[in-house]
């Protein structure tokens, strides 16, 4: 499943996007999923190690398709 993500800077400008499939089926296992990558600084579209960001994910295909937001801490 393909999952869309748009980055944020923390003033809530917008500075980028990604995106990359995924095998999970479950909205928050995809949730979780980018979270982990948010934690270990390597999400698609933003180089490895980059700074905090906002992101907002989207999965298009999902049947109950809703946009989610996780804030940087």
Same mark, same amino acid.
Request: negative net charge; glycine residues 8%; proline residues 5%.
């Given at each position: ?13 917008y500075y980028s996007s990604g995106s990359y499939m995924t095998n999970k089926e479950n909205l928050g296992e995809i949730w979780e999923e980018v979270?982990?990558? $948010? $934690?270990?600084?390597?999400? &698609?579209?933003?180089?490895?190690? #980059?700074?905090?960001? #906002? ?7 999902? &049947?109950?398709?809703? &946009? #989610? ?5």
């Amino acid at each position: 499943m393909l999952v869309d993500l748009i980055y944020f800077r923390l003033s809530g400008k917008y500075y980028s996007s990604g995106s990359y499939m995924t095998n999970k089926e479950n909205l928050g296992e995809i949730w979780e999923e980018v979270r982990g990558m $948010q $934690q270990t600084k390597n999400l &698609p579209g933003l180089m490895t190690g #980059h700074s905090e960001f #906002h992101i907002s994910i989207d999965v298009p295909d999902y &049947p109950y398709n809703h &946009p #989610h937001l996780i804030l940087a801490e």
